[in-house]
C-alpha cells in the first residue's frame, strides 16, 4: 500500500498543475468516500481493510463526476510554516511554556473534552482518560490542566491541579491512563517584591527576585496593558506573590497581583478566583476577538486537523488552521487587536499575514492577493490587513485562517479566545474583596 502510494504520488508530480488539481480532488472524494463509508456500515477490522476500497475502485466515472462538486473544495498543501518564522525577543522566553507542556486554566462552560478537543487531542485519547477517571467531570473555574503529547499528538500526560494542595497526574498506561495523587506539604506564603527599571524588565525583576516563571506571569497579567519593550528607565513595579515554600525553598509559586508605574502612569492586574486577571474595578483587561477574519461568515472548507492525512502522499500533514471558502479579493479583518510580525509570499502559504496579540496569542492569514499591511504596524480588532486569494499551494480561492495559543496552533472555530467581559455579581464582590486586601501591598 505504501509503495502504491508513492508511486502515484510521483506519478502526480509530474503531471502539469491543472490536471495535478483535477487528480487531487478525485483524490480526495474517492478516499473520503472510502474512510468514511467503513466507520458507518463496517465496525471489525476486516471489512475495513478489504471490502470497501475494492467497492470504491469499481466507481464509474459517471458516479465520480455526480460527486466533482465537492472535489473542487479549494484545499491547500497544508504546509504552514513553522512558528520559528516569527521574531522573538527576550520576553518570549520567558513567557514561553516548558517544552511540549501545554496549560490550561478552567473557565466558565469548560469539559474536559471541549478543552482538550481544541487543541486537537483525539477524541479516542480524552474518552480513554475520561472513562477511568470520572472524576474529571468535576472540573471546577479556575483550576489548571496541563498535558503532554507524543511526537504523534497523542496524549501522554495530563497533570490536574485541584487545588494548590492537591494535584492528579494521568499517566498513559496501556490503553488506558493511570492516576496518581500528589498532596503538598509546603506552607503558601506571601511576598511583596518590588524593583524600578535599570536596563531591560527582565534584569531588573530578576535583581527583584521574581524567578523565570513569576517574570512569565506577569508579563502575561499584564500583557493587554503594556508593551514591555516601551518601558524606560526609572518604571517601577511591585509584584505580590504567593509562594509555596518547604524547607526555605520556593516550590512552585501564584501571581496574586502586579503594579506597574511607567510614565507617571500606574497599571494594575489582579487575579480574581477563576484564575484570571482584571483592573481594580473588576473589568476584563483583553478586548475580545472577533470569531471570524471576514466581515460575514463564511463556509468552512477544510476544519482544523493535527492529524490530517495529505490525501496525495499518504503522509500526515497537519493542517494548523481552518480554510474558508472566500471569493478572492475578499477584505481580511484581524481578529483582535495587535502588532502585525510577519508580512511574506513566496512560499506554500503564499502571501500572508501573522499578527501577536498580547504575549500568548497569534493568529495567521494565508494564501493572501495582497497583503494591507507591514512589519511592525500596530492594528486594531477589525483592521483590513489583506485582500484575500488564492497563492501559495492552494487549489482554489479560499482563506486559511490559525490561532496560536502559546505557541500551539488550536481550533479557531472552538478555542477560547480572550473576551472582554469584566466580573459581575457576587464574583465582582469577592474580587473587589481581594482589591482591597491586595492593593495596599503594592504600593510603590
Ligand atoms: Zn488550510
Redesign the pocket.
Given at each position: 500500500m505504501q509503495l502504491l502510494a508513492r508511486s502515484i504520488a510521483l506519478a502526480y508530480n509530474n503531471l502539469p498543475r491543472p490536471h495535478r488539481v483535477m487528480l487531487g480532488s478525485l483524490t480526495v472524494v474517492t478516499l473520503a468516500v472510502a474512510v468514511w463509508k467503513p466507520f458507518v456500515y463496517h465496525t471489525d477490522q476486516d471489512s475495513y481493510q478489504s471490502k470497501p476500497i475494492s467497492k470504491q475502485v469499481l466507481l464509474d466515472t459517471q458516479q465520480v463526476r455526480s460527486l466533482l462538486p465537492e472535489a473542487s473544495e479549494p484545499i491547500?498543501d497544508?504546509d504552514s510554516p513553522p512558528a520559528t518564522d516569527i521574531p522573538k525577543d527576550e520576553l518570549d522566553d520567558k513567557t514561553e511554556n516548558e517544552t511540549g507542556v501545554h496549560e490550561y486554566v478552567v473557565s466558565t462552560g469548560d469539559t474536559l473534552s471541549s478543552i482538550l478537543n481544541q487543541y486537537g487531542i483525539d477524541m479516542s485519547d480524552i474518552s480513554a482518560l475520561a472513562a477511568q477517571n470520572t472524576e474529571l467531570r468535576n472540573l471546577k473555574i479556575g483550576q489548571q490542566l496541563s498535558w503532554t503529547v507524543n511526537d504523534d499528538g497523542e496524549l501522554q500526560r495530563v497533570t490536574w491541579e485541584k487545588s494548590r494542595r492537591e494535584t492528579v497526574t494521568y499517566d498513559k498506561s496501556g490503553s488506558g491512563f493511570k492516576a496518581s495523587t500528589q498532596t503538598l506539604k509546603g506552607e503558601w506564603q506571601d511576598k511583596v517584591l518590588k524593583g524600578t527599571l535599570d536596563g531591560s524588565f527582565v534584569s531588573s525583576a530578576k535583581d527583584a527576585g521574581l524567578s523565570n516563571a513569576e517574570i512569565g506571569a506577569v508579563v502575561k497579567a499584564l500583557q493587554w496593558q503594556m508593551d514591555f519593550k516601551k518601558l524606560r528607565k526609572g518604571d517601577q513595579f511591585s509584584v505580590l506573590m504567593s509562594r509555596e515554600m518547604l524547607d526555605g525553598k520556593s516550590q512552585q509559586s501564584e501571581l496574586s497581583g502586579v503594579h506597574l508605574r511607567s510614565g507617571g502612569k500606574d497599571y494594575y492586574a489582579i487575579r480574581a478566583d477563576d484564575g484570571k486577571f482584571y483592573d481594580r474595578s473588576g473589568s476584563g483587561l483583553a478586548r475580545g476577538f472577533l470569531r471570524f477574519p471576514t466581515l460575514k461568515q463564511y463556509r468552512v472548507s477544510?476544519n482544523f486537523n493535527p492529524r490530517r492525512m495529505n490525501p496525495v502522499t499518504g503522509r500526515i500533514a497537519p493542517?494548523r488552521?481552518?480554510?474558508f471558502a472566500v471569493p478572492i479579493g475578499t477584505p481580511v479583518l484581524a481578529v483582535g487587536d495587535g502588532e502585525v510580525v510577519v508580512v511574506n509570499g513566496g512560499g506554500a502559504a503564499g502571501n500572508y499575514v501573522a499578527i501577536r496579540h498580547g504575549r500568548q496569542y497569534m493568529t495567521r492569514y494565508?494564501h493572501l492577493r495582497k497583503a494591507l499591511v507591514k512589519p511592525g504596524q500596530k492594528i486594531k480588532r477589525g483592521d483590513r490587513i489583506a485582500l484575500s486569494g488564492n497563492t501559495g499551494r492552494s487549489t482554489g480561492p479560499?482563506l486559511?485562517f490559525e490561532v496560536w495559543i502559546n505557541n500551539i496552533a488550536v481550533n479557531p472555530l472552538t478555542a477560547k479566545l480572550p473576551r472582554s467581559e469584566g466580573l459581575s455579581g457576587k464574583d465582582l464582590r469577592d474580587y473587589l474583596a481581594t482589591v482591597r486586601e491586595v492593593m495596599p501591598q503594592l504600593k510603590i
Open positions: 491547500d497544508n477544510s493542517h488552521g481552518v480554510d494565508m479560499h486559511h
